[in-house]
């Protein structure tokens, strides 16, 4: 009995072991994956992010470093996380990731990118020497969770779609290129047209024209600028007229008066000339 049941013990713990193998290996990899459902975790506590995308040759050599500091997360009091760009497009917009792998320090909601060696020990003497003190944050305006970065990130995200809708035209559908862009010309242009009317839609809502408001009915007619000097020309001109208006009128007062002057001399010397003559 002891001899037949000996050889079973090997293999059962030999299969143990191969079935064993792939869940340890599973449960050895203390990365966090971040995305864009759940990045907001980042902002509470300290945290080291690795940003990567799977083709990436350097990405792949840093992954062993990275996944044997994660196991001492723990024991550092820090989170060990990784973002895969090609699934994440709008964290890679929301931080500007311009170069693979990089590497960020959270540490209650300040960022500070990593530029120094990426080997497990670094990493370990960044975090338990805080070395992360001596770089300069990133600017709130650059902040993850800013009004621009939150828009960059929409920004990055309509681009992946717009990716992800070209492909469909194509090889779905079939489409030729020509007619995928003939799509997304119309697509923009209809677009372009609604956000217009809306915009003037807000705009007189906001600021109604002038022909709506009841204006009063102005007693005196006010002339422009550009019309003053004409009108202090027309003002001299009247007074010019008037002034000789009243001096022929003053002349004809003088005609007329001395017109009965001339007709009593002359009635007066009328009578005389007559007795002369006679």
Known sequence: MTASRSPVVPVAVLLLLACGAPWTHGRRSDVRIITDENWKELLE?????????????????????????????????????KVDVTEQPGLSGRFIITALPTIYHCKDGEFRRYQGPRTKKDFINFVSEKEWKS?????????PGSVLMSSMSALFQLSMWIRTCHNYFIEDLGLPVWGSYTVFALAT???????????????DCLFPSKRRRPQPYPSKKLLPESSQPLKKVEEE?????????????????????????????????????????S
Request: aromatic letters at 10%.
């Open 237 to 277: 001109q009247e007074a010019d007229e008037e002034d000789v208006s009243e001096e022929e009128a003053g002349s004809k007062e003088g005609t007329n008066k001395d017109f009965p002057r001339n007709t009593i001399r002359q009635r007066s010397v009328g009578p005389s000339l007559a007795t002369g003559q």
């Open 135 to 143: 770089i300069e944050p990133v600017s709130s305006w650059f902040g």
């Open 45 to 81: 506590g300290e945290w080291m992010i690795e940003f990567y995308a799977p083709w990436c040759p350097a990405c792949q050599n840093l992954q062993p470093e990275w996944e044997s500091f994660a196991e001492w997360g723990e024991d550092l009091e820090v989170n060990v996380a």
């Open 189 to 203: 242009l209809l677009s372009g047209l609604l956000l217009g009317l809306c915009m003037i839609f807000v705009a």
